[in-house]
């Protein structure tokens, strides 16, 4: 699990095809990796790989298949900046919200306005995902924990901060990048669960639904 609080960006210093999968290097001077070892995850851009093997300023992770078709690593290339963020110990604080670096799908970022010292942005994200988008409610973009600012049909405002800014990847955020997205972990367990016994045609949250089963009167 993860916060989506990034800790540092790195850079894909190596990028290996081999067939639908890949063998990635990340170089991260600036991620402390003293208490990583193999086998750890780090989230990379939202991602959590697996690290296979590290260096000191570096580590090596498997990109399968299913992760390409799913992420923007489809679409990277070698010289791609990157979020990192370690895995979460029990004993750190939450300073995001619950992520668990299982990409949903791939959003496009639409506007992006300068307001005072902050940027507004606006992501355009696949319909399928919109129910679990909610003003005021949590989203990772690219790794980062960020809160929903307004919400019209699939598209979503954020407000980046300048702490955020010089500290991740967003600086470089242009419309028509390509971010992956996760959705908040609770939703999509609610709706499953609200919908355990539905049909696939029939899935989804409702109002009915959540009045059935108490989450309102």
């Known amino acids: 699990m993860f916060t989506g ?62 992760t390409i078709e799913r992420t923007g690593f489809a679409n990277y290339a070698k010289g791609q900046k990157v979020n990192l963020e370690k895995a979460l110990l029990a004993t750190g604080r939450l300073g995001g919200h619950m992520v668990s670096g299982h990409v949903d799908d791939v959003g496009t970022i639409s506007q992006r306005t300068l307001r005072g010292q902050s940027i507004e942005l606006w992501v355009e994200a696949p319909a399928h995902l919109a129910r679990y988008i909610a003003e005021k409610g949590s989203i990772t ?22 702490h955020t800014l010089q500290e991740t990847t967003l600086n470089d955020w242009r419309p028509g990048r390509l971010v992956n997205l996760e959705v908040d972990i609770i939703a999509r367990y609610l709706e499953r669960l609200l919908n355990a016994d539905a049909t696939p045609a029939s899935a989804g949250i409702t109002l009915s639904a959540l009045a059935t089963s108490g989450f309102i009167k």
């Open 5 to 66: 609080i990034v800790e540092a960006t790195g850079v894909l210093a190596e990028l290996r095809r081999q067939g639908k999968e890949s063998v990635i290097r990340i170089h991260c001077p600036q991620l402390d990796l003293s208490d990583v070892k193999l086998g750890d995850s780090i989230a990379t851009n939202g991602v959590c790989l697996t690290v296979t093997e590290l260096g000191r300023d570096y580590y090596c992770a498997h990109v399968s298949g299913e």
């Open 141 to 162: 973009v690219d790794g980062i924990s960020l809160t929903v600012n307004e919400v019209v049909a699939s598209r979503f405002k954020l407000t980046l901060v300048p």
